[in-house]
């Protein structure tokens, strides 16, 4: 949220560390309809509070109320999220999640189906989302990830599809050794009959 300059003066002026924890709460209130005295009430209770806290319990509320905004705006950044890619297998979708996450661009993977009771459908439509930041580097970077022609593995537990450099399941969790996953033959449309 931006504040006006004059505000920012208004918060520069509340005292101490805790300063600016008391003046997003008093400004929460005035927006909230709270009346002059209610302000000034919560104002003189919180700098008593404040005053009582050891310099410790200051840095944990310090410390708890930066998390708890870098959260905040973490959680904004994936409001402004966009779909990078749609219709992927959840191999693909996992290989581009990966080669994405060594070039430092966090991708979320969408309409997964990870729950125990639900056979998954390597066939499934996985969307892989980026930061909106990110969009446009992450195009570039999809457009030399060939997808299609990685090999892959079959997972002994679950029979679910894997990259072939995976160790574990992204299904199960199951350990694929080589030893053990047998590669996965493509699918046999004319087998019946
Ligand atoms: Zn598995």
């Given amino acids: ?6 505000t ?8 101490g560390r805790l300063g600016a924890i008391a003046f997003a709460v008093l400004r929460g209130l005035k927006e909230g309809g709270a009346s002059a005295d209610e302000l000034a009430t919560t104002e003189a209770l919180m700098t008593r509070c404040f ?11 310090v410390e708890v109320v930066e998390t708890r905004l870098e959260e905040a705006s973490e959680h904004g950044a994936w409001d402004a999220s966009e779909k990078l ?9 996992h290989i581009v999640h990966d080669a994405l996450q060594q070039q430092g661009i966090e991708t979320e993977i969408r309409h997964e189906h990870l729950s125990s009771g639900d056979f998954p459908n390597p066939n499934t439509d996985v969307e892989l989302w980026v930061r909106a930041d990110d969009l446009p580097r992450a195009k ?9 022609s ?18 574990q399941c992204w299904s199960c969790s199951a350990v694929l050794s080589r030893e ?3 590669p996965a033959a493509p699918a046999a449309d004319d087998a019946e009959g």
């Fill in 85 to 93: 890619a749609g219709r992927l297998t959840m191999p693909e979708a």
């Fill in 1 to 6: 949220m931006l504040y006006p300059e004059a």
């Fill in 150 to 167: 990685a090999e892959t593995v079959r997972c002994p537990e679950c029979d679910a599809e894997n990259p072939a450099h995976f160790g």
């Fill in 8 to 15: 920012l003066e208004e918060s520069r002026a509340m005292k």
């Fill in 180 to 182: 053990a996953a047998a």
């Fill in 140 to 148: 570039e970077l999809l457009s030399a990830i060939d997808t299609q």
């Fill in 51 to 61: 005053e009582q806290l050891s310099d410790h319990d200051c840095d944990v509320l």
